[in-house]
Structures are given as C-alpha cells and as structure tokens.
Nanobody, 128 residues
Framework: QVQLQESGPGLVKPSQTLSLTCTVSGGSITTNNYYWSWIRQSPGKGLEWMGAIGYSGSTFYNPSLESRTAISRDTSKNQFTLQLSSVTPEDTAVYYC????????????????????WGQGTQVTVSS
C-alpha cells in the first residue's frame, strides 16, 4: 500500500515562497509510468492540478502557475517537493500530493478517481 504524506509550514507570508514536501512510503517515486503530482483546493473551488514530476524526473506544470512553480525530487529519501514563489492570499488552500498514470498530466481540474493514491492534504494559509 503506497502512502503519501505532505509536510511543511501551515502559514506563509505574502511574497514569500511556499515549500512543501511529500514523503512516499510503500512504493518508489522512480516506479515506471507513475507521475507524482501536487494538487490544491482553495475554499469554494475545485481541485486544481499544479504540476507533477514523472518517474524519470521530467516535470510538468499547469500553464497558469508555471512561472511561480518548481517541483523537484530526492530519490534517496523517496520524496518530492513543491515550491511556489511570490505567494498571495489567493494561494491559500489545502495542498495535496497524489500519484497516478500519464492520464493525470495536464488534467487541470483534477479528478480524484484518476489517481491511485492521495495524501491527506495540508492546509496552507497565506497571511501577514
């Protein structure tokens, strides 16, 4: 059973960089044909796919967030990370990490059923 766990600060100041880590257990982030995504849900909105890193290390980003987003990985720790720069209060959301196949890439409104595993999510609030 693959498990994903998000970690990082729950409060970030405007203009700063939000950094989150997803720790994966029960499976490897280098497993063929798996893609490791970051998804968020703001109050009253749907699930927004932010980007992903693939099993080979290739990265993919939501065009609306690409200029502010960086996703990387540490295979020795079986973790992948999200950095979102220049945050504003509009970036306040529950942030999830999840994994699935290639059909999840560029699905800008994420469908929970398309993913094999999800983390429980972590609330991030952007406020001074």
């Amino acid at each position: 059973q693959v498990q994903l766990q998000e970690s990082g600060p729950g409060l970030v100041k405007p203009s700063q960089t939000l950094s989150l880590t997803c720790t994966v257990s029960g499976g490897s982030i280098t497993t063929n044909n798996y893609y490791w995504s970051w998804i968020r849900q703001s109050p009253g909105k749907g699930l927004e796919w932010m980007g992903a890193i693939g099993y080979s290390g290739s990265t993919f980003y939501n065009p609306s967030l690409e200029s502010r987003t960086a996703i990387s990985r540490d295979t020795s720790k079986n973790q992948f990370t999200l950095q979102l720069s220049s945050v504003t209060p509009e970036d306040t959301a529950v942030y999830y990490c999840a994994t699935g196949g290639a059909d999840t890439i560029m699905e800008l409104t994420a469908n929970r059923n398309d993913y094999d595993y999800w983390g429980q999510g972590t609330q991030v609030t952007v406020s001074s």
